[in-house]
C-alpha cells in the first residue's frame, strides 16, 4: 500500500497543472471581490496557518477529510482537541480567476480550487460577490475508499473585530442549504478608514442540499488578553463518499450580501448586483443569486478556464513567461480593491480603495495606474472610475481650476480628504485615461460629454504644467518635488493627447493648437531635463535620474511628441542602475513603485531589455521576503515592502499587454 501510495503522489507531481504555473506568491487569493470580501492565505501552505483578509486579521476558513477512519486538515491550522493530521500540500497554482490546492490524504486525493469569476466583460457575473469551492476527491492507491468532507467558515468574515456579538440562522434557497452571520448591531456605513473590515451585510455559506449534508453553527471559546468570547463558525458536513478512480466532487459557495457598498456624495449607494438583476425584474435578493450562481457554476467554470488560457497566452507573447505570470498575480488583486455600484445619476461607478495607503476613495493618481487593466478587458470600468472625479466638477461640488485628488475616505465619497492637492498630476491622470477610453472605445463620445471639464484642465496644465512649481505628484510619499522632469512629461504627453481627441470631435483648430504646444515643449523638455547620457529628475539638477514612466502614454497613443532616441537613452540608463529587486524609482533612494517599473520597462522595443527590467520584479514578487498581497512599493536591495499591499495600481502591470494590443510592436 505505501508503495502505491508513493507512486499516486509521484504521478501526481507529473502530472500538476502546466499551463501558466504560478507557485509562488507573497499571499494567494482566495475569496476576491472588493475591499471588504478578500480573504487570502498569507502562507505558501493552505494548512500551515488561518486565512486573513488583505489587512492582516484571521478570517478562518477551516476543511479536513476523513478518508476511512483517518481525518486530515487541508485549510486552516491544526486544533486543539483533534486528532488529525495534516494533508500533504503537494502543490498551489494560481490562474487569473482561481487559485488550485493539491492534497494527498492518505489514499485520497483531494484538489481543492477557490473561483472568484471576476470576467472584465460581464458586469453581472464580475458583481456577484459569490466564491465557489470545489473538492474533488480521486483514489490515489487503485483501491476504494470512504471520505468526507468538513468545511468551515468563520462567522468573523462578517465582524470588523473578532469580539463583536453576531446573529447566525439556516436556510434554504431552492436546491440550496445555507447558513448566514451578521452582526448585531449592522452599523451600515458607520466606519471610514483604512484597516477596517465590513461589520455590517450578511456572510452566507451554502451548498447543494441533499440527504446526508449537515449545516449547523458550531461555537469556538476564544480567549484575547483580557476578554473571552465565542465565535461563531458556519459548518458544512457533506455526506459519506464512496471515492475510487472516478473523481467525486463536492461544492460550496461563500457569498456576501453588503446591502449598501459605499457612500455618494451622502447617497448609501447599493452593490451593482442588487440594482441590475439577470433576467428582469427590479431588484435580486441574496437566495436568488445564490441559486442562479449553482445553476451556472459549469458554465462559470467553463467560462473562467478560457479566460485564464486566453489571458496568460496573451501576456506570454507580449512580454513573456515572466511577464505572464506577473499579470496572473495582479488580475484578481487589482479588481477586489474597487467597488461597483451605480451613481444616482445612473452613471457605472467602480469606486476603488486606496488599501494601506491613506483609504482614500477613487484617487484620481490610483486610478491612473490602474488603467492598462481595464483599458484591455473593458474601458466602461475605467469609465466607472472616472465618472465620479467628472461629476464632482461638473456639479459644482469642486470649484478648483484643476482636478481633485479623491472623492473622500472608503466608503464615504462625499467628497476630498485628502490634505493637499495635486493640480498637475491629477489633470494630466484625468485627462489621459479619457483618451485611453477614446483610443479603446475607438470613439470620441465619452470624451464629448465631459469636454467642457476637460478643456479647463488642458488649459491649466498649458499655463502650469510644463516647469511645475514645488507641488506633489502620485508618489506622494517621496515628498514634495519642483521643476520635476517626469511630472513635465505626464503635462506634455496630456496636452498632446487632448489635441489628439479634439481631433477626433471635429475640433481641427484646437487640435492644431495643443498638438503643436505639446510638441514643441516635448523639444524644450529635452534640453532642460538633458544630463549627457539620460534625462534628469528635475530640470534644475543634472546631477539625478528618475523613471520617465509618464512617457509610456506618448508611445500607447502613438501620438509622437519625444523622438526615439529619448526612449532608448532613458532605457539604457535604467538597465546599469538596477538592483536584485528592481529599478529605483529615481536618485533619491533605492525604493521603486513596482507598477511603474512595468510602464518604465514599456518604453523599450526589444524583448530582452523588457525582461531586463521586469525580472527583478518578478524576483520581488516569487521571492520577496514579506507575506502580505502584493505590495506595489518595496526596497530594491532587499526585496522588503516599504508600504501598501493589495492596491489596485498592479493592474499596471498589463500595459506592456496593452500596448502590444494596440500597437502590435
Keep these: 500500500m ?67 477512519s483517518t481525518s486530515y486538515y487541508f485549510a486552516g491550522p491544526a486544533q486543539q482537541a483533534t486528532q488529525a493530521q495534516p494533508a500533504t500540500q ?61 468545511f468551515d467558515v468563520a462567522g468573523l468574515l462578517a465582524a470588523n473585530t473578532p469580539d463583536q456579538p453576531l446573529r447566525t440562522s439556516h436556510g434554504s434557497a431552492g436546491p440550496l442549504s445555507f447558513l448566514k452571520a451578521g452582526t448585531r448591531e ?56 464512496t471515492v475510487g478512480e472516478d473523481p467525486v466532487e463536492k461544492i460550496a459557495m461563500i457569498a456576501y450580501d ?83 455600484t451605480m451613481s444616482p445619476q445612473g452613471d457605472i461607478l467602480f469606486l476603488s480603495k486606496e488599501n494601506f495607503s491613506n483609504g482614500s476613495i477613487n484617487t484620481v493618481d490610483v486610478t491612473y495606474p490602474s488603467a492598462p487593466l481595464y483599458l484591455l478587458y473593458n474601458p466602461k470600468l475605467l469609465e466607472g472610475m472616472l465618472n465620479g472625479n467628472f461629476y464632482y466638477t461638473e456639479s459644482g461640488r469642486w470649484t478648483k481650476p484643476f482636478a481633485a485628488h479623491d472623492l473622500g475616505t472608503y466608503p464615504l465619497a462625499d467628497g476630498q480628504t485628502y490634505g493637499e492637492d495635486m493640480p498637475v498630476e491629477e489633470c494630466g491622470n484625468m485627462i489621459l485615461c479619457t483618451a485611453g477610453i477614446v483610443r479603446a472605445e475607438n470613439s470620441a463620445d465619452y470624451a464629448k460629454r465631459h469636454w467642457a471639464t476637460l478643456s479647463t484642465w488642458a488649459h491649466y496644465l498649458g499655463q502650469y504644467g510644463f516647469d511645475p512649481v514645488n507641488q506633489l505628484c502620485t508618489d506622494d510619499f517621496a515628498g514634495h518635488l519642483a521643476r520635476n522632469a517626469n511630472l513635465s512629461i505626464k503635462a506634455i504627453v496630456a496636452l498632446g493627447a487632448y489635441g489628439w481627441m479634439a481631433g477626433q470631435l471635429g475640433q481641427l483648430d484646437t487640435a492644431s493648437k495643443y498638438q503643436a504646444l505639446a510638441k514643441t515643449l516635448a523639444a524644450r523638455w529635452m534640453t532642460m531635463a538633458g544630463a ?83 525580472d527583478p520584479i518578478y524576483n520581488f514578487i516569487t521571492n520577496g521576503p514579506d507575506r502580505v498581497p502584493l505590495s506595489d512599493w518595496h526596497q530594491t536591495t532587499d526585496g522588503h515592502k516599504v508600504g501598501f499591499q493589495a492596491r489596485s495600481v498592479v493592474g499596471g502591470y498589463f500595459i506592456r499587454l496593452l500596448d502590444y494590443q494596440w500597437n502590435k510592436r
Design 532 to 614: 549627457g547620457d539620460h534625462y534628469a529628475l528635475t530640470f534644475d539638477n543634472k546631477d539625478t535620474w528618475s523613471q520617465k514612466y509618464n512617457l509610456v502614454w506618448d508611445k500607447l497613443l502613438d501620438l509622437g511628441l519625444f523622438p526615439p532616441e529619448v526612449y532608448q537613452k532613458e532605457v539604457a540608463w535604467y538597465l546599469k542602475h538596477q538592483n536584485s529587486f528592481g529599478l529605483p524609482l529615481d536618485s533619491r533612494a533605492t525604493y521603486t513603485k513596482s507598477d511603474w517599473v512595468l510602464w518604465t520597462a514599456t518604453l523599450t522595443d526589444k524583448p530582452s531589455d523588457f525582461q531586463a527590467i521586469t
Design 186 to 241: 449592522q452599523a451600515v456605513l458607520q466606519k471610514k478608514g483604512d484597516d477596517l473590515r465590513i461589520d455590517w451585510g450578511w456572510l452566507y455559506v451554502a451548498a447543494p442540499a441533499e440527504k446526508g449534508l449537515g449545516q449547523q453553527v458550531r461555537q469556538e471559546y476564544i480567549t484575547d488578553r483580557d476578554t473571552a468570547f465565542y465565535r461563531p463558525y458556519l459548518s458544512t458536513t457533506y455526506p459519506i463518499v
Design 258 to 340: 453588503e446591502l449598501y457598498s459605499v457612500e455618494f456624495f451622502h447617497q448609501k449607494l447599493q452593490p451593482w448586483w442588487r440594482t441590475h438583476p439577470e433576467g428582469g425584474g427590479k431588484k435580486t435578493t441574496m437566495e436568488s443569486l445564490l441559486q442562479q450562481s449553482y445553476k451556472d457554476y459549469d458554465h462559470v467554470l467553463s467560462r473562467c478556464d478560457t479566460f485564464n488560457k486566453t489571458m496568460y497566452a496573451a501576456a506570454l507573447d507580449a512580454g513573456g513567461d515572466h511577464y505572464a505570470q506577473l499579470c496572473v498575480a495582479a488580475y484578481r488583486q487589482s479588481i477586489a480593491a474597487h467597488a461597483l
Design 90 to 150: 503537494e502543490w498551489v497554482d494560481v490562474k487569473a480567476t482561481q487559485t488550485q490546492y493539491h492534497f494527498v490524504c492518505g489514499g485520497v486525493d483531494l484538489t481543492l480550487t477557490f473561483t472568484s469569476p471576476l470576467l472584465l466583460s460581464d458586469l453581472s457575473l464580475l458583481s456577484r460577490p459569490v466564491t465557489y469551492i470545489s473538492f474533488r476527491l480521486r483514489s490515489n492507491d487503485g483501491a476504494i475508499h470512504k471520505a468526507r468532507i468538513f
Design 2 to 68: 505505501a508503495k502505491n501510495i508513493q507512486l499516486a503522489v509521484l504521478i501526481s507531481f507529473l502530472f500538476q497543472p502546466v499551463f501558466g504555473q504560478l507557485r509562488h506568491l507573497p499571499a494567494y487569493p482566495l475569496i476576491t471581490h472588493d475591499t471588504y470580501f478578500s480573504v487570502w492565505s498569507f502562507n505558501d501552505t493552505l494548512n500551515a496557518q488561518e486565512t486573513r483578509h488583505w489587512t492582516g486579521k484571521q478570517q478562518p476558513l477551516r476543511g479536513t477529510l476523513t478518508v476511512d
